[in-house]
């Protein structure tokens, strides 16, 4: 019996130290793209949330003033420095445009419809534009999971931000942008002549991956609505 009791008493005495144990391995998710365990540092995410992390001279429409801006494009903002040098959000209003003066890349805040046919408001950049017809590209980053050491043997890998392919989407006649990912998709845009568009598209060999061979359909596209 006092064997027994002597045993009961250790594993008592040790049980603590294996809860604590436990809970050091345990994984905890933090904000801000890291990844953590209580015994280990919080792990920065690696990548960049930005296009480019330099500030670009811009002119915003409605200002004439040329202001320093970067793109978020893992949250869809631009940001910007204020009169104090720190950084601040541009305000989204309806119809905003963004033009980065060194490039000449025109960001426009429109009404699209997603792949999943979600409906959101956010920027785009301009491909071609034309009275009936647009063509935008949407720029794209994502934040890639990391993953917390299971064991002393393996290494903890952080969360990393990457570019993925763009998207591109189409307004017609002034309604929403919509996603297309291939021909059919382009051609559904216009009834009744959905035969033509295909026959255009094979004919010219236009590849809707290619902002050129966008920028000619989009002309077509305008002849024929």
């Known amino acids: 019996m006092k064997k027994l009791n002597l045993i009961c008493a250790l594993v008592l005495a040790i049980s603590p130290l294996f809860v604590n144990a436990q809970i050091n391995q345990t994984p905890v998710h933090s904000g801000n793209g890291q990844i953590m365990t209580s015994a280990e540092k919080p792990m920065a ?3 960049s949330m930005y296009l480019n992390e330099k500030y670009m001279p811009a002119k915003v429409a409605g200002n004439e003033q ?16 204020n009169s104090e040098g720190r950084p601040q959000a541009l305000p989204k209003q309806n119809g905003l ?34 009275p009936k017809v647009t063509i935008y590209k949407r720029e794209v980053i994502i934040l890639q999971p990391g993953r917390v ?47 033509e568009v295909l026959e255009f598209i094979k004919k010219n060999k236009i590849d809707l991956e290619k902002e050129t061979d966008l920028q000619q359909l989009s002309g077509y596209l305008e002849t024929i609505l």
């Open 149 to 195: 050491a299971q064991n002393s043997y393996a290494t903890s890998k952080p969360a990393n931000y990457k570019k993925v392919d763009d998207e591109f989407y189409v307004k017609i006649n002034g309604g929403d942008a919509v996603f297309v990912s291939g021909k059919k998709d382009v051609a559904n845009l216009v009834p009744g002549k959905s035969k």
């Open 97 to 130: 445009t963004v033009t980065l003066t060194g490039t000449g890349d025109v960001y426009s805040l429109q009404n699209y419809k997603t792949e999943k046919g979600e409906r959101v408001n956010g920027y785009l950049n301009v491909v071609s534009e034309n």
């Open 66 to 81: 040329t202001v320093l801006v970067r793109y978020n494009a893992y949250s869809d903002y631009f940001e910007m420095t």
């Open 45 to 47: 995410a690696t990548g």
